[in-house]
């Protein structure tokens, strides 16, 4: 499966933004899905995941925050992100992995969108 993100911004902190993930090539309802993050100059961060029943996990730092869902009949997953910092200044990215599974773990998932910029201005 392909993936393409998108949404990404310039927004204030406070501010909430929604990232899109099409997939193309198959459908994602085979998948699992997650969103991933890699600030400047840090490892890449877990964010959110979601299997086949959108049964979901979230990473600490946007626990209560953000929110991931799908749309099967879109072949879209989407992260809600709300109440943004500074420090959700990142590359986003979306992943995708064949199965039906909850990870935080980026080796789970072989499909990966190309990122989309988040910045977030304090």
């Known amino acids: 499966v392909q993936l393409q993100a998108s949404g990404g911004g310039l927004v204030q902190a406070g501010d909430s933004l929604r990232l899109s993930c099409a997939a193309s090539?198959?459908?994602?309802?085979?998948?699992?899905l997650g969103w991933f993050r890699r600030a400047p100059g840090k490892e890449r961060e877990f964010v959110a995941a979601i299997n086949w029943g959108s049964n979901n996990r979230y990473g600490g730092s946007v626990k209560g925050r953000f929110s991931i869902s799908r749309d099967n009949a879109k072949n879209t997953v989407y992260l809600q992100a709300t109440s943004l910092k500074s420090e959700d200044t990142a590359v986003y990215y979306c992943?995708?992995?064949?199965?039906?599974?909850?990870?935080?773990?980026?080796?789970?998932?072989?499909?990966w969108g190309q990122g989309t910029l988040v910045t977030v201005s304090s």
């Open positions: 992943a995708a992995g064949y199965g039906n599974f909850i990870s935080s773990v980026a080796t789970d998932f072989e499909s």
């Open positions: 090539g198959d459908t994602i309802s085979k998948h699992s």
